[in-house]
């Protein structure tokens, strides 16, 4: 069997990068101010949704991890596949 695979990065309670793409609404280049970041990071898709989502789509989380981000603190990691 064949599988295709998301690894998503999730900050908080949002998940913010999948497959290293940006998930945010809000279109953002070069420096960008802290009050834009906010707005972008509040309309990237919460877990729960996105893993909901994914699920009808036929995916499937296979495991997650932890990484350590200097001293800000750590992001989680979700691994996910589904079959080709």
């Given at each position: 069997?064949?599988?295709?695979?998301?690894?998503?990065?999730?900050?908080?309670s949002k998940v913010t990068f999948v497959n290293g793409v940006f998930q945010s609404d809000v279109h953002i280049t070069g420096v960008v101010d802290p009050?834009?970041?906010?707005?972008?990071?509040?309309?990237?898709?919460?877990?729960?949704?996105?893993?909901?989502?994914?699920?009808?789509?036929?995916?499937?989380?296979?495991?997650?991890?932890?990484?350590?981000?200097?001293?800000?603190?750590?992001?989680?990691?979700?691994?996910?596949?589904?079959?080709?």
């Amino acid at each position: 069997m064949k599988y295709e695979y998301q690894v998503c990065q999730v900050q908080g309670s949002k998940v913010t990068f999948v497959n290293g793409v940006f998930q945010s609404d809000v279109h953002i280049t070069g420096v960008v101010d802290p009050a834009t970041m906010d707005s972008a990071m509040d309309s990237c898709p919460s877990v729960w949704k996105y893993l909901n989502k994914m699920g009808r789509e036929g995916w499937e989380l296979v495991t997650s991890g932890t990484m350590s981000v200097s001293d800000e603190g750590s992001i989680q990691m979700l691994y996910l596949r589904r079959a080709v």
